[in-house]
């Protein structure tokens, strides 16, 4: 329910309903928990997430990615970028992912390539993250440098994948895609 209610928008009651249990002396499990920080990210209440983060004894990967998320979603960047740097797991691509996309909302050019180092050290950079630094320079005016990060893609083979969506007529599946303009002949 905790969750249910935060994906919804309802993050005070999410938290209404989280105190209720710890007042009856119910230990949350780690969905529950995450259901606490995506409320609190939902409602922008980045105190009462940080707290949250605080007070679990053994936080997982999912639950510190739901909180850079909501640092980035605040415009704290710093935090986010010094939580990913102090995590006890080795951060995952969401959680990069995340950092990014939030530099190119933040116009964080320096950030974003920061991040981009990172993640093109770990060998595991994906398409989307060279889509999303491309995207930071072209809206910064840098399209030398948009110009440059495509050129690495093509030189180490990354493919953005197409689009899809499925639609389901009368017991049939039917999928449509959305084809690069570069590979239409």
């Not at 989280?18 to 606490?36: D, I, W």
């Not at 960047?77 to 006890?88: F, I, K, N």
Request: aromatic content about 4%; some cysteine.
């Amino acid at each position: 329910m905790i969750l249910g209610l935060a994906m919804h928008g309802r993050g005070e009651d999410a938290l209404s309903l989280f105190a209720g249990m710890q007042q009856a002396g119910v230990t949350p499990n780690e969905v529950t928990l995450l259901g606490v920080l995506t409320a609190c990210c939902h409602a922008g209440l980045i105190e009462e997430g940080l707290q949250q983060l605080d007070a679990m004894p053994e936080p997982r990967i999912e639950h510190y990615g739901c909180v850079v998320d909501m640092l980035d979603r605040a415009g704290r960047l710093d935090e986010a970028e010094e939580l990913v740097a102090a995590m006890p797991a080795h951060p995952d691509a969401l959680i990069w992912g995340s950092l990014l996309a939030a530099c190119r909302a933040h116009d964080d050019v320096e950030r974003a390539e920061r991040v981009m180092r990172r993640r093109t050290t770990d060998a595991d950079a994906d398409a989307g993250d060279y889509v999303l630094m491309s995207n930071t320079y072209a809206s910064n005016g840098r399209h030398g440098e948009v110009v440059k990060v495509r050129r690495q893609m093509r030189r180490n083979e990354i493919d953005k994948v197409p689009d899809c969506s499925l639609i389901e007529i009368d017991g049939v599946v039917h999928e449509f895609k959305a084809i690069p303009t570069n590979s239409i002949r």
